[in-house]
């Protein structure tokens, strides 16, 4: 049984959260929009590598926390490229 990869969104929320900031809070320490955060948050659009980088200062985490979701998707694209298979990413 493999688990869910939380997507960029849903961890943008949760370190938000896990902060205790509101929308308005978080993107006014980042010095962006309201309704850009919330459309991250929501999947609707992605944020640029920068915006990744100054929410990763303001939520204190590292990049590579908040991009769980991308990291898998390289790792995916590197083994299918190579042909690795590895657990239940292995072809019928």
Not at 17 to 40: H, T, V
């Amino acid at each position: 049984m493999t688990s869910r990869i939380p997507s960029l969104g849903e961890q943008l929320r949760k370190h938000r959260a896990l902060m205790g900031y509101s929308i308005r809070e978080a993107a006014k320490e980042a010095k962006i929009a309201p309704i850009r955060l919330s459309q991250w948050e929501r999947n609707l659009r992605k944020p640029s590598i920068e915006n990744i980088s100054i929410l990763a200062v303001v939520y204190r985490v590292l990049i590579d926390e908040l991009c769980v979701e991308l990291r898998h998707k390289a790792v995916q694209k590197h083994q299918t490229h190579f042909g690795i298979h590895t657990g239940s990413d292995k072809p019928p």
